[in-house]
């Protein structure tokens, strides 16, 4: 790996690639203003696809109360539907499959993902929610399914 790309790799760790999700909802749990906050984001490379995520985003009293003002719980819900005909583009094959989505949950090294793997064998696209971590990685994830048992499902090459 040239030092170029190690930079680059470096800075995608620090500043994760920005989502292009819309809020579609915001459910007030507690008088704290904490919140759950629900976001929408369709799969850049897989036409017909739309996920919903769905994590915890903590308010200002709590951040107070709690003395730590720069991080989000790692806690996450995915799921992930057809919404319309599916078109897999250029997707990645293997089994590290391909980050569709990043969201910060602190001012530094941490943040939220989901990460899709395409299981060719059972023609199923696998959407898994996960933080990412410099160390000290969550185990807490979320997984959900999209099958392409429908003979209508094109495919681009």
């Known amino acids: 790996m040239s030092l170029k790309s190690a930079i680059f790799a470096a800075a995608l760790t620090i500043f994760p690639v920005a989502s292009l999700a819309e809020q579609v909802g ?17 799969d850049p490379e897989v036409e ?40 897999l583009g250029d997707i990645e094959r293997d ?11 602190s001012i530094i090294l941490k943040s939220l993902r989901v990460t899709r793997i395409f299981d060719e064998a059972n023609q199923t696209l696998i959407y898994i929610a996960h933080a990412n971590e410099l160390q000290n990685g969550s185990a807490k994830m979320s997984i959900s399914t999209v099958p392409l048992f429908d003979p ?6």
């Open 26 to 42: 915001n459910v007030d749990v507690d008088w704290l203003g904490n919140d759950i906050l629900i976001e929408a984001f369709s």
């Open 152 to 157: 209508a499902v094109a495919r681009k090459n």
């Open 48 to 87: 017909g696809v739309t996920c919903h995520v769905a994590y915890f985003d903590r308010g200002v009293i709590d951040r107070l109360q709690k003395g730590n003002w720069f991080e989000d719980p790692s806690n996450a819900s995915v799921s992930c539907r057809q919404t319309g005909p599916i078109t």
């Open 95 to 105: 089994d590290e499959g391909e980050r569709v989505f990043s969201e910060r949950r």
